[in-house]
């Protein structure tokens, strides 16, 4: 089944990106704050929150895992009880009760697994505010593209050229 995961792929395209998810782990939406703007100093407008770690990533992608829509929903669910961590049990299972009743969580799996089967494996993806859409990851900002084919001479000085994402990611 095709689900949104975390991803590093596409990091730096955007001078505010940030990732604390790691690499592969399922993603949902975080709380946005209120009046926060999509490039906001927070940066909740403009990332999904890992399910485990419930951390912030501005880049995700499609990726295809052996789970079925009632399993992702148990990890949706327990994402969900975590984000309560603190709080006395009781008010959580109270809470998770609510949102299983009223059919938030069953709300949120399906917009998430939807947006998820609308692109193809290995899509990287990138949230502007309400909208997902897929994230312009040039050639140049491949890992695997940094290693310069042709012989080096003057290199530092044609690869000036290189998008500033490319040249950010290179100084890593
Ligand atoms: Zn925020």
């Known amino acids: 089944m095709k689900v949104l995961v975390a991803t590093k792929k596409g990091q730096g395209i955007r001078d505010n990106d940030f990732s604390f998810v790691p690499e592969g782990d399922l993603v949902r939406h975080g709380f946005d704050c209120d009046g926060e703007e999509v490039d906001g100093s927070c940066g909740c407008r403009r990332s999904l929150s890992g399910m485990r770690n419930l951390k912030g990533t501005t880049t995700f992608k499609v990726a295809d895992l052996p789970l079925t829509v009632e399993a992702y929903q148990k990890e949706l669910l327990a994402s969900f009880r975590r984000g309560l961590q603190g709080l006395p ?22 917009r998430l697994l939807k947006i998820a089967a609308r692109f193809p494996v290995g899509t990287v993806l990138e949230r502007r505010g309400n909208f997902i859409q897929p994230r312009a990851v040039s050639r140049s900002a491949q890992p695997k593209r940094l290693a310069p084919k042709a012989p080096r001479a003057k ?13 950010l990611r290179s100084l890593r």
């Not at 049990?89 to 399906?110: C, F, P, R, Y």
């Not at 050229?161 to 040249?167: G, H, K, L, N």
């Open 155 to 167: 290199a530092t000085r044609s690869t000036k050229r290189r998008s500033p994402a490319s040249q």
């Open 89 to 110: 049990k009781k008010e959580i299972d109270k809470a998770a009760k609510e949102v299983l009743d009223d059919g938030t969580l069953q709300h949120e799996s399906e």
